[in-house]
Structures are given as structure tokens and as C-alpha cells.
Nanobody
Framework: HVQLVESGGGSVQAGGSLALSCVAA????????ISWFRQAPGKEREGVAA????????YYADSVKGRFTISKDNADDTFYLQMDSLKPEDTAVYYC???????????????????WGQGTQVTVS
């Protein structure tokens, strides 16, 4: 089955940058939409960015638009989340998720995704 492994989290000062990576294994035609979610303490998990692996179409939450960039490596199934101009409110555990391109749920909706990584902590102070 699909496996997702995130890395790249850490601590950074406000205004700084971090880049997260998600190595995906065994992706199929039914898991060709990859997204990044985050969950802060006491809050629900929210979608921040998504990419369709074929057309490379990208989608962003309003809270990160213009600051975060989701991308895919051309050579393999590694996905990235470049995070710039970080704010303290970006502090959360960040998760990579895989789901189908065709779905009744929005691309940043948790219900769309059925495979999840273990998460990586991002702390902005």
C-alpha cells in the first residue's frame, strides 16, 4: 500500500523559511493527488496545499497563499512544501497525504485523503 514519509521540520524564527519533503512509495492512479495538512495543538487538521501529480495543478489555503509552494520532483515521487515568510501561527505538525484526483471532496478537504504520513513538527517563534 501507499507509504508517505515526511522530513524537514524544525524550529525557525518568524520571517524565516523551511522546506518539507514527502517521499511517496507505491502511488497509483487512485492516489494521484498529494497534499500537505497541518494540525496545531487543540485545533483541527487543515489542508494547506495540494498538487495533482499529472497536470501539476496546485491549490492553496488562503492562509498560506503567496508564502508556501508545493511541488513535485521530476525524477521521482518526492513532494516538497517550501514555506517562506513563516509566522508563529504556522506552528503545527505537518502531514503529507495521498488521495484520488477524482473525488466529491475538495482538494484541501481531509475527507479526500486515505493515506497519511507520520507528520513532522514545525515551530515558528
Amino acid at each position: 500500500h501507499v507509504q508517505l514519509v515526511e522530513s524537514g521540520g524544525g524550529s525557525v524564527q518568524a520571517g524565516g523559511s523551511l522546506a518539507l519533503s514527502c517521499v511517496a512509495a507505491k502511488l497509483t492512479y487512485s492516489t494521484n493527488c498529494i497534499s500537505w495538512f497541518r494540525q496545531a495543538p487543540g485545533k483541527e487538521r487543515e489542508g494547506v496545499a495540494a498538487i495533482e501529480t499529472g497536470a501539476r495543478s496546485t491549490y492553496y489555503a488562503d492562509s498560506v497563499k503567496g508564502r508556501f509552494t508545493i511541488s513535485k520532483d521530476n525524477a521521482d515521487d518526492t513532494f516538497y512544501l517550501q514555506m517562506d515568510s513563516l509566522k508563529p501561527e504556522d506552528t503545527a505538525v505537518y502531514y503529507c497525504a495521498a488521495g484520488p484526483m477524482n473525488s466529491p471532496y475538495g482538494r484541501l478537504s481531509r475527507s479526500r485523503y486515505n493515506y497519511w504520513g507520520q507528520g513532522t513538527q514545525v515551530t515558528v517563534s
